[in-house]
């Protein structure tokens, strides 16, 4: 029984409209006059995929033999009008991360990785680098509104070509690269003064609106020679017309990035509070996608907080062809891990967390280009802590995982191919997750929000 | 004697004539190509990567000689917007009116248009150099980055809005500088470097009627005093 009469009793009601998060950012915003930076995606509670759980085979489905039978996990993108589609043999992708967010040396190992899995790897604001098409058997090259480092010879070395309108944590925001990470081979492949605070635009420069999109992907396609596919990326906002204008302007593969997606560099407000989720962003794309007749024929990716076999799985399900993968990719590398691997040796970096004023599982401040574990950093020092052969390995094995937990789940739903996955095999856990993915609520017929018809979409 | 490969658009597909340009024309010998009835096509010799003379007859679309490396590319007409984006070497020049984002995000080369060219010409611009015959429309050089813009007339509003190391010389009126954009004094190397995309332009006017713009670099670094006025 508390004792009420105690002076020494404390108070302890946190306001739920100000608590310390809020109170901390009120302060640390009249502290500096400027907004935060920081870091990866949304970190605030969002419906997703983990809302989601499968309807595995049984009486009325016929399971495959989890560890004998084969699953296809083939993947190919840029059917449309590409004469040389991309084949992959995962529809696990890695999402376009920019040498300058990370080092050359992550982007090595992030080439190397993809091609021991057969899936591709991809560029991002400021070019394409030497190691990172070395590594690459497969390599999307980005097409970005700064074009930092954009040159035509690196357009034909590409396979595929994304000219990127959005992206997930920021949609409507151009890149941002911090001047402690402009350091002069940044730079000079951005063509900037070295140390500079980079803004990029937001806007491509020579088109503006998806009647002149049609005419930029011919551009392209006319540099080269009708070869290569043509995606286009939208961070998801509205989600159903962006995707209805790309197809319309004649993207190959669209690729959609919900909020959960990554960053570099962004403002907070920005990552927390503009796009929608990643589980709404999928059905939306793929009704757009089925209301133009296009499924077969165009190509989804999803991205956006995309971290287990059962994400990729619940995607595909939902319709998705392939997925991108960013976050998870580098915490693979080691994020936020604790120690970095030197000569074999872990050593502890939580001193080097701790300068950054955090500590390895919160940690989102890659925008400082002081990254404790060497994955977000221009430093010549700490970009060390990397290991290309090392994030290579521990790469191939993460993204293999992935894949041996899609297969599992594909089997158990009855599927000989990770692509028959269907709406059908899924349902939802909460009202919002139903709502969104237009799924019924587990253990009911209630679709919320929808026409109340299972597998419209 | 040299040959002049012909192409007609009437008649052959650009997609044809592009792949040409691209692939065939090095082998097959040939250092000049003419390319009749262009008609407002879009891409005509985008991504050309060796050394050719490509005459365009007519009106260009869009994205005419994008991307270009090493060719000289003439278009006896008006260039649709987006002419020469991206270039990385060689030469464009229009002979006529260009549209929007001319030259937009050029690495190299030259373009010059004899005419006025519309908004946002050379935006983005990465290190080529543009010769405007005429006037330029608003927000021109914005946020370019490196190369030379010679402005022969006037600018419209906003020239040279959150320019990097990019340089721009106006002959005429400026109706207003962009954030961080700032006249400069012309220093010696100025009057020559007009004087040298003149003569390259073939147009003959005095280096000395140029002004100067640059940026101020102001905007290089956050800075929470500058209270965000652009």
């Known amino acids: ?457 | 004697m040299e040959s002049v490969k012909l192409f007609d658009l009437a008649k052959t597909p650009l997609r044809e004539v592009n792949r040409y340009l691209h692939r065939d024309a090095a082998g097959e010998g040939v250092a000049r190509v003419k390319i009749l009835n262009a008609d407002g096509a879009h891409s005509i010799a985008a991504g050309v990567h060796v050394p050719l003379e490509i005459e365009i007859d007519g009106h260009a679309g869009y994205y005419a000689g994008g991307m270009n490396m090493l060719a000289n590319i003439t278009v006896h007409g008006n260039a649709g917007p987006g002419v020469g984006e991206n270039m990385m070497s060689g030469t464009i020049r229009v002979e006529g009116f260009a549209s929007t984002a001319a030259g937009a995000s050029a690495h190299g080369g030259l373009l010059v248009i004899t005419g006025d060219a519309a908004l946002r010409c050379g935006i983005s611009l990465k290190g080529g150099d543009i010769v405007v015959g005429g006037d330029v429309g608003s927000f021109s050089a914005f946020m370019a980055q490196a190369g030379r813009i010679v402005i022969c007339g006037d600018a419209g509003d906003a020239l040279g809005d959150s320019l990097y190391e990019a340089v721009i010389y106006v002959r005429g009126k400026v109706r207003s500088l962009g954030a961080d954009a700032r006249f400069e004094p012309m220093t010696d190397a100025d009057y020559a470097a007009v004087g040298e995309l003149l003569g390259k332009a073939g147009l003959t006017h005095d280096p000395k009627t140029f002004q100067r713009v640059a940026s101020a670099k102001s905007l290089y670094h956050w800075n929470s005093d500058a209270n965000q006025e652009y």
Request: hydrophobic share 40%.
């Open chain 1, 1 to 457: 029984m508390p004792d009420f009469e105690n002076p020494e009793r404390l108070q302890r009601e946190e306001s739920s409209g100000y608590d310390r998060r809020v109170i901390d950012y009120i302060q640390r915003a009249s502290a500096t006059g400027l907004y935060e930076i920081r870091g990866l995606g949304a970190k605030r509670p969002l419906p997703s995929f983990d809302d989601l759980v499968f309807l595995g085979a049984s009486l009325s489905r016929y399971p495959l033999e989890g560890y004998r039978e084969k699953c296809s996990t083939k993947t190919v993108l840029g059917t449309r009008f590409a004469t040389k589609p991309i084949e992959l043999a995962t529809p696990i992708t890695i999402a376009g991360m920019s040498f300058g967010a990370l080092s050359a040396r992550v982007k090595e190992a992030l080439g190397r990785a993809a091609t021991a899995v057969g899936t591709s790897t991809t560029t991002g604001d400021g070019g394409m680098t030497s190691e990172e098409r070395e590594s690459s058997k497969i390599l999307v090259y980005q097409c970005l509104p700064s074009r930092y480092g954009f040159k035509p010879d690196d357009v034909r070395r590409a396979d595929a070509i994304e000219i990127v309108i959005g992206q997930g944590a920021k949609p409507g925001g151009g890149g941002m690269l911090l001047g402690q990470k402009v350091n002069p081979r940044v730079a000079a492949m951005r063509t900037l003064p070295a140390g500079v605070d980079q803004r990029s635009a937001s806007r491509h420069p020579d088109w503006t609106g998806p009647d002149d999109l049609v005419i930029k992907i011919n551009e392209l396609r006319e540099i080269t020679d009708w070869e290569k596919p043509i995606y286009v990326k939208v961070g998801a906002t509205r989600v159903k017309h962006d995707v209805k204008l790309a197809i319309h302007a004649g993207a190959d593969v669209i690729v959609v990035d919900g909020m959960q997606g990554g960053t570099a560099a962004t403002q907070t407000v920005f990552i927390e509070h503009v796009g929608i989720p990643t589980l709404a962003a999928v059905r939306q794309a793929v009704e757009a996608i089925d209301e133009l007749d296009m499924r077969g024929k165009v190509q989804l990716i999803v991205s956006g907080g995309i971290r287990t076999g059962a994400d990729v799985a619940k995607a595909l399900a939902l319709g998705a062809d392939a997925v991108a993968i960013g976050q998870a990719v580098l915490m693979a590398l080691g994020c936020n891990s604790d120690s970095y691997l030197a000569g074999g040796q872990h050593v502890s970096a939580v001193e080097d967390y701790a300068r950054l004023g955090t500590a390895p599982g919160f940690c989102h401040h890659c925008h400082t280009g002081r990254c404790p574990v060497g994955v977000t950093t221009q430093d010549p020092v700490l970009e060390q802590r990397l290991e290309p052969a090392t994030g290579a390995k521990r790469l191939t094995n993460y993204l293999k995982t992935l894949n041996m937990e899609l297969t599992t789940l594909a089997r158990a739903c009855g599927k000989q191919d990770v692509h028959h996955l269907e709406r059908e095999d899924l349902v939802a856990l909460t009202v919002e997750a139903a709502a969104m993915a237009n799924l019924p609520l587990a253990g009911t017929n209630w679709v919320p929000g929808g026409d109340g018809e299972r597998g419209k979409t």
